[in-house]
């Protein structure tokens, strides 16, 4: 059992918009900065969207983020065939004192 | 260019302990700490802990306590994973991570390949 709470999966069609959320607590989300990491099939996780909206440089601008409270969500708009991966958020623990994840999504593009 | 290089796969048996390397080139390796992550087959990411490479200061996963050590060389910007009485869940692909963290960041920038640690007797 996760920490932070994502839906298993989501899909779209090319082209379209999706967005995945992620729900965590006052100890992490509520009062940490939440990230993104993208992991392609067979791949290490890549760092996709940190400090809640940023994003790293070569990241298109197609990936962004937010989070209000004590939830986060990506968004995806434009999709393309290669988004189809495994997004995870992430923060940082106060209570536990370490790093959380998210149980993952599995994005499809249909 | 920032890469993590780590080890190669192992095979242990249960009750064995397994070090992991993560070779650090293209940044200053005392100016970042390093975190260390897993990953089942098939399941999803677990944060197992972080250690200064300026200080060697470590935190570990309250799960993991006691039987994981985490250590850095400055010399050859080489960190290490020592994971000790290993069961059959512990078998996972372990990552180490870059780990930023510093005013309104905190996250894994860069990780390295991964190595898959298998537990079977």
């Known amino acids: 059992q996760s920490v932070l709470t994502q839906p298993p999966s989501a899909s779209g069609t090319p082209g379209q918009r999706v967005t995945i959320s992620c729900s965590g607590s006052s100890s992490n989300i509520g009062s940490n900065t939440v990230n993104w990491y993208q992991q392609l099939p067979g791949t290490a996780p890549k760092l996709l969207i940190y400090?809640?909206?940023q994003r790293p440089s070569g990241v298109p601008d197609r990936f962004s983020g937010s989070k209000s409270g004590t939830s986060a969500s990506l968004a995806i708009s434009g999709l393309q065939s290669e988004d189809e991966a495994d997004y995870y958020c992430?923060?940082?623990?106060?209570?536990?004192?370490?790093?959380?994840f998210g149980g993952g999504t599995k994005l499809t593009v249909l | 260019q920032v890469q993590l290089v780590q080890s190669g796969a192992e095979v242990k048996k249960p009750g064995a302990s397994v070090k992991v390397s993560c070779k650090a080139s293209?940044?200053?390796?005392?100016?970042?700490?390093i975190s260390w992550v897993r990953q089942a087959p098939g399941q999803g990411l677990e944060w197992m802990g972080w250690i200064s490479a300026y200080n060697g200061n470590t935190n570990y996963a309250q799960k993991l306590q006691g039987r994981v050590t985490m250590t850095t060389d400055t010399s050859t910007s080489t960190a290490y994973m020592e994971l000790r009485s290993l069961r059959s869940d512990d078998t996972a692909v372990y990552y180490c991570?870059?780990?930023?963290?510093?005013?309104?960041?905190?996250?894994?920038?860069?990780w390295g390949q991964g190595t898959l640690v298998t537990v079977s007797s």
């Open positions: 293209g940044y200053t390796f005392t100016s970042y700490g």
């Open positions: 991570a870059r780990h930023r963290w510093s005013g309104s960041y905190n996250d894994f920038d860069y």
């Open positions: 400090s809640n909206n």
């Open positions: 992430a923060a940082w623990d106060d209570s536990l004192n370490g790093g959380v």
